[in-house]
């Protein structure tokens, strides 16, 4: 409302835009199919960028992001996949497979 003229317009087609967007991400996270973690809140994907590094809105300034989220997720490297050995090995062996018929494709042409 505070981004409103006494008429009822948007003071600007930028500022409208973005309370359409938070508009549609509000009613999709209230049905569940989007989920809302950490600094991806709805106003930074609204807005299209994340939050400034070392800020938080609307907690107070002494307030840090790691005070108020916590750490950071670890990163998953490939020795953390759900991925299991056997399933690694019938990928390698399909693969391998699709290979070889490729090459014998090209010898034979």
């Known amino acids: 409302m505070a981004q409103k003229k006494k008429d009822g317009e948007y003071t600007s087609t930028a500022t409208r835009e973005i309370t359409e967007k938070i508009d549609e991400l509000t ?15 709805i106003l930074s994907i609204a807005i299209g ?32 996949s759900n991925v299991t050995r056997d399933e690694i090995m019938h990928i390698r062996e ?3 497979q699709e290979v ?8 034979t042409k």
């Open 100 to 107: 070889t018929q490729q090459v014998e494709e090209q010898v």
């Open 27 to 41: 009613s999709l996270s209230a049905e569940g199919s989007l989920s809302i973690s950490g600094r991806e809140d």
């Open 94 to 96: 399909e693969i391998r």
């Open 49 to 80: 960028h994340p939050e400034h590094n070392g800020r938080v809105r609307g907690v107070g300034q002494r307030i840090g992001i790691r005070q108020y989220f916590g750490k950071p997720p670890g990163r998953k490297g490939l020795g953390s």
